[in-house]
Each structure stands twice: as structure tokens, then as C-alpha cells.
């Protein structure tokens, strides 16, 4: 039996990949809290495994099936794989494992600079994404990529890399390398507070343009400045001549702010 357990177009690709092989029976779903099988600006989970038959199970009932499968594709809850009859339980995390380890890895790379990204299969452990890696696809982040930007990356890589490596998951049950603790990082839940977000000024403009476009997602929220949605940012070459965060001017469709190096150019959001 082989389980996917997530959400959204990267498990559902997963789902249709592997029925092109396998029949209804020989799958199962896991789907997240939050699918309610109505297909959004991302695919439902529950609403293919409706269309195509397919089993849904839930966390507790794939404990004891044996021989299971079990593969995590944006799940939405802590595995502990002694509770498991299988060892074969794996995930595909959006990041260059061990870096960014946790949450928000469409936003922390882009708010410390990051160049690059990747997505990482790996072997479910008793950590939070610390299991042994079986494979990696690399891409960069460009210098305009906002936070949705680099989501839809993952889900394009993250489908490349099942795709390779899902015949390899299957035959062979792969253990994988372990990871390099020396290079490890991780970020909570509480890293950042989506429902109260603060876009710190008082930085260099490099920061500010950043945690613009780390927190830009026009599903979820895009960033605030003097009350108003902003849709984009640019550095200016003017040095700044005031106290970092002060207005300097403000027109229909943007502010101008300094900063601790230089001016920055603020776009604000078109009324919808």
C-alpha cells in the first residue's frame, strides 16, 4: 500500500503519477485538517481522491497496515515513527536540508538573502526534518522572487524530484545520508506572526525590499507600510539623509521611505 499524505498540486500530482501504475486499491490518502475537497487556487487532495476512488484514511488507521508506504508531500501534522509498522515513511521538504529546517521556508530565505533553494527527499525520523536525505534538486532564487515566487518553485521541483525518485522509494526502501549538524538551521511556528505582521524599517534597504517581497502572497497577505498594502519594492541610489523609516514623500501609487543606507521605494497595491 502506498500513502500520500499532504495537500495541494504537489500531492495531487503525486496521486495521478502513481495511478498511471497502480490501481485505486493498492493507494490510500492522508489529506490535511484543512482540505475540505473544494479545489482552490491550489488542487484538493480529498476532491481527486473522491474522483478517482481512492481510499482516505486517517493518521491512526495507517499505523498497523504493513508494508506500507508512507509518503508526506506538505502534511500537516508530526509523524513518530514507532507508532508505525513500516520504516518506510518519507518527505519531500521545501528547502536544502539541513538549512531551514520547520516552517515558513518560502519566507525565511528570501528575509535572510538566500541565493539558492532546493527541495530534499528525506527519511522520516523522530525530528522535524531531520532525517536522512535521499535526494536534493537545487534552483536559485532570483532577485525579484517574492514568497509565492518561491512556493510555486517548491511545488515544480518538489514534483521533479517524486517523479525521479519515486521507483527508487518503492523498490528499495532507501536509508539515505545523514544529514550535516554543522549546518543546520530551523525556524518555529512563532518565527514569524502571520497574523500581525510588521514590516521593520529600521533597517538597511536590502532588509526592507526583502521583507517585502518574503511576505508578498496575494492569497494569504501581502505586507503593510503607513496602513497600506504594498505590492513591491526598490532600492533607490540615493543615500539616506534622515532617520531610517521616515516618510519622505508619498504619492498615488507610492511612498519613498529611507532607510539605515538608502532610500526605498514603496509601490503600493492597485484596489482590487
Known sequence: MICIAGKN????????????????????????????GINGWQKSLKFYANKYDVRQYSLEQLYDIPELLFISLEYDRLISPDKFTSPAMYNIHFSLLP???????????ILNNEHESGVT????????DTGNIIAQ????????????DLYIKYIKYGKELFHQQIQNLIDNHPEGTEQDKYCATYYSKDSINYKNLQIDLNQPAI???????????????????????????????????????????ETQDEYIVSS???????KKCCPS
Open 9 to 36: 498540486d504537489i500531492a495531487v500530482f503525486a496521486l495521478e503519477t502513481l495511478l498511471n501504475t497502480y490501481m485505486p486499491n493498492d493507494l490510500c490518502v492522508c489529506v490535511n485538517k484543512t482540505d475540505h
Open 99 to 109: 538549512q531551514y529546517r520547520g516552517m515558513y521556508t518560502s519566507a525565511w530565505p
Open 121 to 128: 527527499l528525506h527519511k522520516i525520523d523522530y525530528g522535524i
Open 137 to 148: 534538486i537545487k534552483f536559485p532564487i532570483e532577485f525579484s522572487d517574492t514568497g509565492r
Open 207 to 249: 532588509a526592507i525590499y526583502n521583507q517585502i517581497r518574503a511576505f508578498n502572497f496575494k492569497e494569504y497577505q501581502q505586507p503593510q507600510v503607513f496602513g497600506t498594502r504594498i505590492s513591491e519594492a526598490q532600492i533607490t541610489e540615493i543615500r539616506s539623509a534622515k532617520k531610517s523609516g521616515i516618510m519622505l514623500s
Open 260 to 266: 539605515l543606507d538608502y532610500d526605498v521605494i514603496l
